[in-house]
């Protein structure tokens, strides 16, 4: 029952710098398309980390997909600099749906 | 917010109950086929899967010792696909008995249910455990029942050689708002063996039009497992109706293992038409409360009464405006009339396949062989009419069961098959549906009910009566011939109880019976009970309604016509001759007689009856209203209407007329001639004598 929305955004002159963390499922999908599309908005490139997620579901590697593909026909950078921990990956590997995650920076 | 939270849940719950009982029907029909053919995979399969939707949907939705219960089951059903356990009668009868308590569970703390006893129910497991060979475990806690279903069992104990399955999934728009996760299901199916996944994102829009609680993913995925193409199947069984899902053998099967052979002789293409077979397509089919439909059927009737007095009012003006607007209205109203009449008509398969159920049962109490055949399921009825024929099928079957159907030994010693069958029908009849339920049994002892009638007082020992006559005493209350009252039947309450509610619904009942041969009982009811088309008529300053569907001509009758019959109520319609009825006599209207009269011919029972009126008022929506209490015993009139002027009509039931004025001629008659109460040969006589 938290009600706490796990989505952290930091934004300077150059870039936005989104921390998601926690269950990042469907009960803040809506919090989180609203928040990418502001991202997206403003112009800047955009900087996602996952490395505090525990579990990522449908809704959020296809939210992450979408953006990453408006991203690139905006010309917009579209980073990821963390990748979700393994236990995370481990489920989005399973699904196919792990290599949908926009590339990471360091990976 | 928590309150909206709380009330969501409670109509979870609710929804959960209405599927659960439809299931639960649906797992007798199946259960009760499998104690006739045992052998049928497909059969085991649907109870296993019944049984296992009401478990996950179960749990999910806080009937945890529901899920609980009902896991065993499943377990059971489990052990019998997997070919470890037979199906007896035994283990169908404790099924049986274990879904009346699941069905009890299910309606606990619906309002005054009765509880499921907890005794009854350890015993069934225990039964049931002991059945299937498996160890005598405690109570299986609800977290247990909760978390994936025997799927490692699946996994490990191999049912079949390795084969790969081809399997699409795209989830529909509102699987992931009930609550599934697809990437759960992956791990479940991952879990049946090797799985090798591709995702599809062709269906995902632009951000910005993204529903961002919705699906967009599709699944192609090839499955390599050992496990059945059920087993690949069950893992989706909660979203199966939300989700597109085909599931296809990549390749021929190794080897043929008698399971897997089996399980492979069913077509691909069945396997992949399931969905549209086996269950009605949700997605273009609603749910809709009972309450809702009433009340649109409320407002319909509401909108025919008002539309009727525009039309009376655009035929005393004499603008061409309003009678053109007038018109459009009627055309519409009757459309929506009829499509109201038609969403509340249902099939009736739902009330007879409930007494597989009873037959089986009683069948079993009473040690005899029955069998039910059912014909006619599909016709459809008035739900309320519906609504109310199951308690007087369910007296009539047990009547049949208890004191029509002899014993095995009997039937076989009189040269008849050693079982005997009961056969369920519907069908329509014009504006009326006839409901029988017939027997192959021993037929009705005449002379024991007239005996039995005569020692009740009901009847003087001396009277003659026709057969329809005899039989009709049996709906007498408190009337058995049963020598000795039985659980089944034979308090002289049913049959009683029959009568009440076939006249509430007005409908007429006709016994058919011949010695050594069997019983029919046929019902027959009106098809609708709110809105008819009718026929307005009028008698001096009285309006009355005929129904429309009934009815078949109208000719004139004038003086001349009447000198000639020589006084009597007869017409000659194209040379043939029929009878008619005066409403102005028969209902004691004081007003002057006109020179010429209308004859609405209508079709009765005993053939064409003509109706003698003033003057035909036209064609009618009619909304039925019922007159009350008061006037309960009035049979002749089935209702009341009220017209575009605000005045009241009268609808009259035609076949009760005739009856009525039938009766009245033969006492008539026997007034003149005189003693003694043998009634019967005089009504026939009367009736030959119109």
């Known amino acids: ?107 | 917010m928590v309150q909206t939270v709380a009330s969501n849940a409670e109509q979870f719950k609710q929804s959960f109950r209405e599927e659960a009982r439809e299931i639960l029907v649906e797992l007798e029909a199946a259960l009760l086929e499998l104690n006739g053919n045992p052998g049928d995979q497909e059969l085991v399969g649907r109870v296993f899967r019944g049984l296992h939707t009401i478990k996950g949907s179960g749990a999910m939705f806080g009937f945890e010792q529901l899920a609980a219960f009902t896991h065993n089951l499943e377990t059971a059903f489990d052990e019998v696909r997997n070919g470890r356990l037979a199906i007896t009668a035994e283990l169908i009868d404790l099924t049986l008995s274990a879904l009346d308590q699941i069905r009890a569970m299910l309606e606990e703390g619906a309002g005054g249910a009765p509880a499921a006893n907890a005794v009854r129910c350890e015993q069934i497991l225990a039964q049931v455990r002991q059945l299937a060979g498996l160890p005598a475990a405690p109570p299986a806690s609800a977290s247990a029942a909760r978390k994936a279903p025997a799927i490692s069992e699946r996994a490990g104990n191999p049912t079949g050689p390795l084969r790969e399955w081809h399997i699409h999934f795209a989830p529909g728009p509102a699987m992931l708002l009930n609550g599934a996760n697809p990437l759960l299901l992956l791990r479940e199916l991952r879990e049946l063996g090797g799985l090798s996944v591709k995702a599809s994102m062709a269906s995902v829009p632009p951000l910005r039009e993204l529903d961002a609680e919705r699906c967009y993913i599709a699944w192609e995925m090839v499955l390599a497992t050992s496990a059945g193409e059920d087993a690949v199947r069950d893992v989706f069984i909660f979203v199966e109706d939300g989700c597109e899902l085909t599931i296809a053998p990549a390749a021929e099967p190794a080897s043929t293992a008698d399971l897997t052979a089996a399980a492979l002789a069913e077509p691909r293409s069945a396997s992949a038409g399931r969905r549209t077979t086996d269950r009605p397509d949700t997605a273009t089919s609603l749910r809709v409360p009972a309450a809702k439909l009433d009340q649109f059927v409320d407002l319909v009737g509401e909108l025919v009464t008002v539309q009727a007095r525009l039309s009376e009012l655009a035929g005393r003006r004499d603008d061409l405006e309003i009678a053109e607007v007038s018109e459009e209205i009627e055309r519409l109203t009757s459309a929506l009339r009829e499509n109201s009449m038609n969403i509340r008509m249902l099939p009736i398969r739902a009330t007879f396949e409930k007494f597989r159920r009873l037959v089986h049962d009683l069948a079993r109490d009473l040690g005899k062989n029955v069998e039910l055949t059912i014909e006619g399921a599909e016709t459809e009825l008035d739900k309320t009419v519906i609504e109310q024929l199951g308690d007087p099928l369910m007296h009539l079957i047990r009547n049949s069961m208890d004191h029509g159907i002899e014993p095995p030994a009997v039937r076989v010693a009189r040269g008849k098959r050693s079982t005997a069958t009961i056969h369920l029908s519907a069908r329509h009849s014009g504006a009326s549906v006839l409901i029988a339920v017939a027997d192959d049994g021993g037929g009705i002892d005449a002379a024991a009910v007239r005996a039995r009638a005569v020692e009740k007082g009901l009847i003087a020992a001396d009277a003659q009566l026709t057969e329809a006559e005899t039989y009709a005493l049996l709906f007498q209350p408190g009337f058995s011939t049963a020598k000795q009252v039985t659980d089944v039947s034979g308090r002289g309450v049913g049959m009683d109880v029959v009568r009440q509610k076939v006249d509430s619904l007005r409908g007429t009942i006709d016994v058919a019976s011949k010695p050594g041969a069997g019983t029919g009982v046929t019902l027959r009811l009106p098809l609708t009970l709110a809105i008819i088309d009718g026929l307005l008529v009028s008698v001096g300053d009285a309006c009355f309604v005929l129904p429309l569907a009934n009815t078949q001509e109208c000719v004139e009758l004038t003086r001349d016509d009447i000198a000639r019959a020589n006084g009597k109520h007869v017409a000659n319609v194209r040379g043939e001759i029929v009878p008619y009825i005066r409403l102005r006599e028969h209902f004691n209207l004081r007003t002057a007689r006109p020179d010429l009269e209308q004859i609405m011919i209508v079709e009765t029972e005993v053939g064409r009856y003509g109706f003698v009126v003033d003057r035909v008022l036209g064609n009618c929506q009619t909304v039925i209203k019922n007159l009350g209490r008061f006037y309960r015993h009035v049979q002749v009139v089935s209702g009341a209407t009220i017209l575009g002027n605000g005045t009241v009509a009268l609808i009259l039931d035609p076949f009760r007329l005739v009856q009525d004025a039938m009766r009245l001629r033969a006492e008539g008659q026997r007034a003149r001639a005189g003693p003694p109460r043998g009634a019967t040969r005089q009504t026939s006589r009367a009736v030959r004598a119109h």
């Open chain 1, 1 to 107: 029952m938290e009600q706490r929305v796990p989505i952290t955004i930091k934004q300077d002159e150059a870039r936005t710098a989104m921390a998601l963390e926690g269950v990042v499922d469907i009960s803040v999908a809506t919090e989180l398309k609203q928040s990418l599309l502001e991202a997206l908005g403003s112009g800047k490139e955009l900087h996602v980390s996952l490395a505090a997620v525990t579990e990522l579901d449908v809704t959020a590697v296809q939210l992450l997909w979408a953006a990453a593909r408006e991203a690139s026909a905006q010309g917009v950078a579209f980073v990821l600099d963390e990748p979700p921990p393994p236990a995370a990956a481990r489920s989005l590997a399973n699904s196919g749906l792990e290599e949908l995650l926009p590339p990471a920076q360091d990976r």
